[in-house]
């Protein structure tokens, strides 16, 4: 089974709105991490945010913020106020104790593009 | 300023060569990985390694080793290329231990075998 999904292959989004980038997740390890990245046109991953599974707020990290649902195992990234530079690939992306504390496990992405 | 690097950038070869990607950290990291960018897969883990002389099978390891002799290098060997192995290669690179274990991406290197 898919451990990370993300069920949008790509999003358009106008400039200034907020825009919501869903992630579910699959595991029975009560320890795990969620991450989002960004990779632009240029090609580089590029860290926005992280969640932990114990983490009892929302994550979040200037103009992101990570919706956690634990119950529904989503983790779903907002971006608030879009801009043209924001247009890029985002990938969710989990860790789990049991498999490797360390080892990430990517979704397929979800290619985002702001329009003016 | 700390880095991870890959080289080459961009590499053609042929069917059936041994070809070696490079990659090298300058963070002090215990942790090390190597994974392949494809459409419609995402990232894949290939290998990685938890510290010098450790390194691990992930989830696409077949065709492809690695060594770790050193903190600071994990070199990419593809034994025998295959068509199927093209792809973007990533390295990358993260501190031991549970929590905001953020990986850090080299540039990536584009592998093309004809």
């Known amino acids: 089974a898919q451990k990370i999904t993300q069920t949008q292959p790509g999003m358009f989004v106008q400039e200034k709105e907020a825009v919501t980038l869903d992630c579910t997740y699959d595991?029975?390890?009560?320890?795990?991490?969620l991450f989002w990245y960004k990779q632009p046109s240029s090609g580089e991953m590029i860290f926005l945010i992280y969640?932990?599974?114990?983490?009892?707020q929302n994550a979040t990290e200037g103009r992101y913020s990570l919706n956690f649902q634990k119950a529904r195992k989503s983790a779903n990234l907002v971006i608030s106020a879009s801009q043209l530079g924001d247009s890029a690939m985002y990938f969710c992306a989990m860790t789990e104790s049991q498999t490797g504390a360390n080892n990430l496990f990517f979704g397929t992405g979800t290619r985002l593009t702001i329009i003016p | 300023d700390a880095e991870i690097t890959q080289s080459p950038r961009h590499k053609i070869t042929e069917t059936g060569r041994q070809v070696t990607l490079a990659c090298h950290q300058t963070?002090?990291?215990?942790?090390m990985f190597w994974y392949r960018q494809d459409l419609g897969h995402g990232l894949r883990l290939i290998h990685y390694?938890?510290?010098?002389?450790?390194?691990n099978k992930g989830e696409v390891s077949d065709g492809y080793s690695v060594s770790r002799s050193n903190t600071e290098d994990l070199p990419l060997t593809l034994e025998s290329a295959a068509s199927s192995q093209t792809s973007v290669y990533f390295c990358?690179?993260?501190?031991?231990?549970?929590?905001?274990?953020?990986?850090?991406f080299g540039p990536g290197t584009r592998l093309t075998v004809l």
């Open positions: 969640q932990g599974s114990y983490d009892q």
């Open positions: 963070w002090n990291h215990n942790n």
């Open positions: 595991t029975s390890d009560p320890s795990y991490g």
């Open positions: 990358a690179s993260g501190y031991s231990g549970t929590g905001s274990n953020e990986q850090f």
């Open positions: 390694s938890y510290g010098v002389q450790d390194t």
